[in-house]
């Protein structure tokens, strides 16, 4: 029978054959589904926790995660990119992208974050509280005063007494974290989150004020999604009590 | 008064005119797309004010460093003869191929606090690289030397060893040969190396935010003020590159194309 | 040696591998002219005594050892040399003057010195108008001239010319040859002028040497090598017929019995030309078409591409070759007396 068949129908066949499986991975609902979802950088470790969650308990589902500074991912919401979600770091960000129409409904707070002071483990310049930044030769760093926990930073040194600038705006909380752990700096500004997830590299030091001028995180669907149902589904596992709880273990602070 | 050649072919025009429409584009979007009457209230602020004059005091310290280090090393892979030339050569051009970022970080490895020379520099002489705007200068030349050195090597190649042969049997040694006749000849390809260097210098941010830090008036570049200001306020930020687009517009219009193009004698 | 003159001109004994090997022993002031074939090694001769080439042997030039015994070699800048290249070569972005003045400015004069004295050399060569002309503003013959000023000026003890007039209009040529004589004549410094042309060699030059192969393969005074080459090459550079020796020859070469290996050399105007087979005395003689015939000062050159495949030329006087009809295409016969052969060891 085979032997019958010309070759170029031979060929035909071969080439539908490799085609198959690559068509039916592209785009076929019933096999896969995706969801993209833009989170603010501090959000890392816990959303990719809540990712894995989610596609264990949803078979075929595939999650996509894009870490970000809240106001480069806000922009790219506004543009049309192509996600389903976006998780902000303050409510400014998510403001933006709503004004451009890129929220689908409201968008709802899901946890709230602390600033702190982090130094190194070894805590080379001996940092104890919040005032030892004004000390001579002490080199501290803070996000840009444009990106959320920059904002934090330039409001609360300046109210516990500090008067000695940064010595650099660095682009995300991400980049100070580093600049802290590798020892280029003495102290910076970060979130608690971001102490936690750093560990046994980073010590925290409390600053004043910070439970106080809390940061809120937003989080809502995109009016783009191409998977409105499944994306509140991620939504709802991330306001749910699981989801509550893997923040909270990460040092998010509750809803106020 | 030219020879009867016919027109430029189409395989050849078309893509090229692509080409064009490629890189033009985007620049004349820009150019339209921004509202021209902040532009001067930007240019006025004094952060925007530093930041140029920041801008402008590193990338001509880059280009200085560039012709006193590099020259000599263009001319030592022109016309030296040694094993491990072409090793040199491959080392020398890695940091083009190193995303901006990784240069920064490598540029900490050895010279941030706890670097490899950075922290014995520290203990023994107190001195601190990074922040500084001395940082920002290493961390331009650090991309912008190895374009700086192709561009040379490649003019003091077309230069022609053949006349460092006749300068010798008129009693020149290699250094008097290398200052009168060399250098002279290369000269349309070091100025070339320059345009290079210091636009390359204008651009940089990946390496420069990594290993100098970002801090208004020591070490905020225009691209650094632009990256901030993209944080908070996209529109301003487009602004202030516009302002960073003209400004290169102009200086490299003062060239005019007389040291862009390569191998042009003087 | 006498002890109580020091040795002067250039001694040499050179060696590059594969290239070249020459040993040399030349008084002060000898113009020497080197002739050859392409390849043979002439350039490279010029090469391996001014040192571009490294350490390839023994050279002493002026009584001072360039390289040999042992010693490191004295690098190229310190050698008193003269060099002027194929090609000219002259800094383009240097004025004819400066490009003179150059080698005394490296050896330590002034500007101004070097200009004076610059300038009083391009007026040796009759051109010291063109003193702030740069060189792509020169012609061919002007740059030439400001290459030998610019070789000649800081007073060398070896002066190397390789191929002074190539690439030169006839009469410019003749020209500059002319004021090459004048200022060689002076001249303590010995002098190698590499040349494809024997009129050249024979004005120019007190000595020839005739390069092949890489080895110097006839060395002699210009009278002596132009009259009696060795070789086919310098034979044919000065219009000689050339053959080589071929045993079965049907009438046998005259003189010392040898195998192959000979060069027979005999002039045009000993050829006889003739439309039928010459019979009579033993005569070498060849049959072959006719493809070209010129006009020779007052005779008429004829060039005949032999059946047995050298091409070689007879002269004859217009009324001759009238009554032969010669024509490019005809079908003549050349014969040559044996006697009128000059046989040598072929090199």
């Known amino acids: 029978m085979i032997a019958a068949m010309s070759r170029k129908n031979l060929g035909i066949a071969l080439a539908l054959l490799a085609l198959g499986p690559l068509l039916s991975a592209c785009g076929g609902e019933e096999d896969q589904q995706t969801i993209t979802v833009l989170a603010a950088a501090s959000l890392t470790d816990t959303f990719e926790q809540l990712a894995a969650d989610f596609e264990a308990s949803h078979e075929g589902v595939d999650v996509r995660l894009a870490f970000d500074s809240s106001a480069t991912l806000a922009a790219q919401a506004a543009e049309g990119a192509d996600a389903d979600i ?171 | 008064m030219r020879p009867l050649l016919g027109r430029a072919p189409a395989w050849l025009a078309l893509p090229a005119a692509v080409a064009v429409v490629f890189l033009v584009v985007p620049l004349l979007a820009l150019l339209l797309q921004t509202p021209w009457r902040d532009l001067l209230d930007l240019v006025g602020t004094a952060e925007v004010r530093d930041a140029l004059r920041l801008t402008a005091l590193t990338s001509a310290c880059t280009v200085v460093l560039c012709l006193l280090f590099g020259t000599p090393l263009a001319w030592v892979l022109a016309r030296a003869r040694f094993r491990g030339l072409a090793a040199l050569r491959a080392l020398i051009v890695v940091p083009l191929v190193l995303p901006p970022v990784v240069a920064g970080v490598a540029l900490l490895a050895a010279l941030g606090r706890r670097g490899l020379v950075g922290e014995p520099l520290a203990e023994a002489f107190g001195v601190r690289i990074p922040y500084t705007t001395a940082a920002v200068v290493i961390a331009h030349t650090f991309v912008a030397l190895p374009f700086f050195v192709l561009a040379v090597e490649g003019a003091f190649r077309t230069a022609g060893a053949e006349f460092d042969t006749v300068a010798a049997t008129l009693g020149a040694d290699r250094w008097t040969t290398f200052r009168r006749v060399t250098l002279p000849l290369a000269l349309p390809g070091l100025a070339a190396g320059c345009a290079l260097a210091w636009a390359r210098s204008l651009g940089e941010f990946g390496a420069t935010i990594t290993f100098a830090g970002n801090y208004p008036g020591a070490t905020r570049t225009m691209p650094s003020l632009i990256y901030t200001e993209l944080q908070g306020d996209p529109e301003v930020a487009r602004t202030l590159s516009l302002i960073l687009l003209l400004v290169s517009i102009l200086v490299l219009g003062a060239l005019r194309d007389r040291w862009l193009r390569p191998g042009v004698g003087g | 040696m006498s002890g109580a ?82 090609g000219q070569l002259l800094f383009p972005h240097l004025t004819a003057l400066e490009n003179v003045a150059f080698g005394l400015r490296t050896r330590g004069a002034s500007t101004a010195e070097a200009a004076a004295t610059a300038r009083d050399w391009l007026a040796r060569f009759g051109i010291e108008d063109l003193a702030g002309r740069r060189p792509r503003q020169l012609s061919g013959g002007q740059a030439q001239r400001v290459a030998l000023a610019r070789a000649l000026a800081p007073g060398p003890s070896l002066l190397l010319l390789d191929e002074p ?98 060069l027979g050399c005999f002039r045009p105007s000993a050829v006889a030309v003739s439309l039928e087979e010459p019979t009579g005395s033993p005569r070498r003689r060849w049959a072959g078409v006719v493809t070209g015939v010129v006009r020779h000062g007052d005779l008429l050159r004829v060039e005949v591409a032999t059946d047995a495949g050298p091409v070689l030329v007879a002269d004859l006087t217009p009324e001759a070759g009238t009554e032969l009809a010669l024509d490019v295409g005809r079908r003549v016969w050349l014969a040559v007396k044996a006697t009128a052969i000059d046989w040598q060891p072929a090199r």
């Not at chain 3, 110097?216 to 034979?235: D, K, N």
């Open chain 3, 5 to 86: 003159e020091t040795p002067r001109g250039l001694r040499c004994d050179v060696v590059v591998p594969g290239r070249l090997r020459a040993a040399l022993d030349l008084p002060p002031g000898e113009v020497v002219a080197v002739l050859g074939p392409n390849g043979a090694g002439k350039s490279t001769l010029l090469h391996a005594v001014a040192g571009l080439l490294g350490d390839v042997g023994p050279v002493e030039v002026a009584g001072r050892r360039w390289s040999g015994a042992g010693r490191p070699p004295v690098l190229v800048p310190d050698r008193r040399l003269g060099m002027a290249f194929q």
């Open chain 3, 165 to 262: 007039f190539a690439g030169l209009d006839v009469g410019v040529a003749t020209a500059l040859r002319a004021d090459l004589v004048r200022h060689l004549a002076p001249l303590e410094a010995v002098t190698l002028v590499v040349t494809h042309d024997a009129v050249d060699a024979a004005v120019l030059a007190s000595r020839i040497l005739v390069v092949q192969d890489g080895e110097v393969v006839q060395e002699g005074a210009p009278g002596e090598v132009l009259a009696r080459p060795a070789t086919a090459h310098v034979a044919r550079l000065v219009g000689l017929n050339v053959i080589e020796d071929d045993p079965a020859a049907p009438d046998g070469p005259d003189g010392p019995e040898g195998g192959a290996g000979r």
């Open chain 1, 86 to 256: 976006l998780a902000t770091a303050d409510t400014t960000t998510m403001g933006e992208a709503s004004d451009a129409g890129a929220v689908r409904g409201e968008a709802t707070v899901f946890a709230t974050n602390t600033a702190t002071l982090v130094v190194p483990a070894d805590n080379p310049a001996d940092i104890t509280t919040v005032t030892d930044l004004d000390r001579d030769g002490v080199v501290y760093v803070v996000c840009v005063e444009t990106a959320p926990c920059g904002k934090a930073a330039a409001a609360l040194l300046p109210a516990a007494g500090v008067t000695a600038p940064p010595a650099s705006e660095e682009v995300d909380v991400k980049a100070v974290l580093a600049k802290v752990t590798s020892g280029e700096a003495d102290a910076g500004v970060t979130y608690v989150t971001d102490a936690v997830a750093a560990g046994d590299a980073v010590r925290t030091v409390e600053l004043p004020g910070a439970e106080d001028a809390r940061q809120e995180y937003p989080i809502a669907l995109l009016t783009q999604t191409a998977e409105p149902d499944l994306a509140q589904e991620f939504l709802d596992l991330v306001l749910s009590e699981q989801g509550r709880q893997v923040l909270a273990d990460a040092g998010f602070g509750p809803v106020a």
